[in-house]
């Protein structure tokens, strides 16, 4: 019965979003409920109001429209109608500026060579933003309806339950396992990679790396994924041209196998009736009136100029843009007394989930020329001496046999980074400096040691600059809202009444060896049904 109406809610939302699309509109809703916007003295007036479109501003919006509660939901970014046919995304190789966010010339990716861009300024779907002040510390976010699920690997692990209790005290993991994690994954559909894909030309690197894991006695571990295998079958036999099966990832997925947040969470929040998102609307800032929020936003046009101003209002506001957005506008409210009473720990334990990049190369094993762009497989290193790690078999798919594996490590390190406002910069930045992900390399190079020490190998030192370990990017910011400090433990600000976080913003700073998305869905979930419990 839930599941059909679900089903229902689903298939109207994607029918609003397409019919939208196919006008070249860029709000999405059912009509009935855009009919009644208009009568309104003030139509940008709503109940409550969702700033970002990613984990946790997809779960807020979907359970505040079920709940009746009428929701707008705003997006800096567009919306990306992802079909084979089409082909909206940017190609992976010789890509345009729909791969990234409002830059021209040449993008920095995360190893190698940066990549010339072709095209004028775009609102695209991946940002490289500049978050620390020194040059330390960059992070990689979507920005794009749907977040970080349309450019990011659709890992989507549980935390390890052996290391949950030290991040997580006030939360039984077996809480998370009976509810919340199922809620999320009766959303998102997540599945291991079938035996025939695995076994196919395009996965021998992994193949190859799961061997490797166990001949150095570490855990193999086959990765839960967000994607719709079916599809990637299609790709594979040739009925679809090749997508992830053709490098296909950071810069989106034509496919449509990846299962983004505009496939699942979003339409079923616009098919509840309830639930309006704009799209390409920035908010620019917010501020507490006596008994509403006040949310100044600047609608933009696809190459970023602001088109027109509009001021928000609503009694309940969820900030949920993500660290870097969510970071920029808490504190430019607290900083100019639009939010004067968040608390001291707004800005505060950030960290980067330990996330280090290495690659093993001059291997005895061919690895693949054609290598799959989902992540399937992964070593499990949690007794590594210097810090528990978990590190996944990441592609590296130049179309060349390279004799490498790279890998992408997930770290227990303790060590985290703050924000602040600079107001002569107008922007939040987060204060991090190299020798803090010194931890970090270290357990992964203990981690590269014994796996090159039972299968040969050694470093790649050309590739991966600093000596072969990255440790100036992150996929993975996490914190700086952290739930317990900056709120309570479901995300209710202090200082305030009906003001929300529940982004990757209010984790602790790492999601237990495991890629965190999975996690910030589901305590946003844990979060909404309490609030909408308790609040309204
Ligand atoms: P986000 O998903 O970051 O969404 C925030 C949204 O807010 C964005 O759409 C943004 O455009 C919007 N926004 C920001 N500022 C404003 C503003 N001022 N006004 C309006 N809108 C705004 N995690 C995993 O679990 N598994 C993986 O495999 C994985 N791979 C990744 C690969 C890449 C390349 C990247 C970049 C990330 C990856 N991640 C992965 C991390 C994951 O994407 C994030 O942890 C997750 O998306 C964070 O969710 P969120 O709710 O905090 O916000």
Redesign the pocket.
């Known amino acids: 019965m839930k599941k059909n109406s679900l089903g229902r809610r689903k298939f109207l939302g994607l029918s609003a979003i397409a019919t939208a699309t196919a006008m070249g509109g860029t709000t999405f809703t059912l009509s009935s409920c855009s009919k009644e916007d208009d009568l309104k003295a003030n139509p940008y007036e709503t109940e409550a109001l969702v ?8 779960v807020a919006a979907l359970r505040l429209g079920e709940a009746g509660i009428k929701t707008t939901m ?4 567009k919306f990306y109608d992802s079909t084979v046919s089409n082909k909206a995304f940017s190609p992976a190789f010789f890509p345009d500026t729909r791969a990234t ?1 409002l830059k021209t010339g040449t993008f920095e990716m ?1 190893l190698g060579p940066d990549f010339p861009l072709s095209g004028n300024k775009f609102v695209g779907v ?2 490289r933003n500049k978050a620390s002040a020194n040059g330390d510390m960059d ?19 549980k935390p390890r339950v052996e290391l949950w209790s030290k991040h997580f005290p006030d939360i039984e993991y077996s809480e998370m396992e009976a509810k919340w994690y199922p809620k999320v994954h009766s959303m998102i559909d997540i599945s291991t990679v079938p035996e025939n894909i695995l076994n196919s030309e395009f996965y021998q690197y992994s193949r190859v790396g799961l061997e490797h894991c166990e001949n150095a006695g570490m855990e193999k571990v086959m990765l839960p994924c ?1 994607f719709d295998f079916g599809i990637v079958n299609e790709e594979l036999s040739g009925q679809i041209s090749k997508s992830v099966l053709n490098s296909e ?2 810069f989106g997925v034509n496919s449509g196998c990846k299962n983004s ?1 505009d496939k699942n969470y979003i339409p079923a929040a616009i098919g509840t009736g309830n639930v309006t998102v704009e799209t390409l ?4 800032s917010v501020r507490k009136l006596s008994d509403k929020y006040a949310v100044e ?1 600047a609608q933009i046009d696809e190459s970023g100029n602001a088109i027109k101003y509009k001021t928000y209002t609503c009694k309940y506001l969820f900030v ?7 970071m ?2 808490l504190l430019k409210a607290k900083y100019d007394g639009g939010l004067a009473n968040l608390n001291e720990h707004v800005g505060q334990a950030w960290g980067n989930n330990g996330n280090t990049m290495a690659m093993r190369s001059n291997l005895n094993d061919d690895t693949g020329g054609k290598q799959g762009a989902i ?1 399937v497989s992964g070593y499990g290193d949690l007794n590594n001496p210097i810090a528990p790690l978990l590190a ?1 078999q990441a592609p590296f798919p130049l179309g060349l046999e390279l004799k490498s594996l790279l890998m992408l490590a997930i770290v227990d390190n303790p060590e985290r980074g703050y924000w602040q406002y600079n107001p002569q910069k107008q922007k939040a930045e987060l204060i991090w400096n190299k020798e803090q992900h010194q931890l970090s390399i270290d357990a992964m190079k203990n981690f590269v040691a014994r796996l090159n020490a039972a299968n040969g190998g050694e470093i790649n030192t050309l590739l991966v600059k600093n000596n072969g370990y990255t440790s100036n990017f992150t ?4 914190g700086g809202a952290v739930r317990n400090l900056a709120s309570d433990a479901y995300g209710r600000l202090h200082g305030y009444d009906n003001l929300y976080c ?4 209010m984790m602790p700073g790492f ?1 237990c060896c ?8 589901a305590l ?1 979930e844990r979060s909404m049904e309490k609030i909408i419990a308790e609040d309204f």
């Open positions: 700033i970002g479109s990613g984990f946790g501003g997809s705003l997006e800096m970014g966010w995360p991946l940002d992070i990689y976010r979507g920005t794009c309806l749907g977040g970080g699920s349309v450019v990011y690997g659709g890992m989507l692990p967000g990832m950071i947040l609307h920035r908010v620019e936003v949920n843009a993500g660290v870097v957005g969510t920029n506008i992540p996944e996929y993975h910011p996490l529940i982004d990757g913003s999601s495991a890629n965190p998305a999975l996690t910030i869905a946003a």
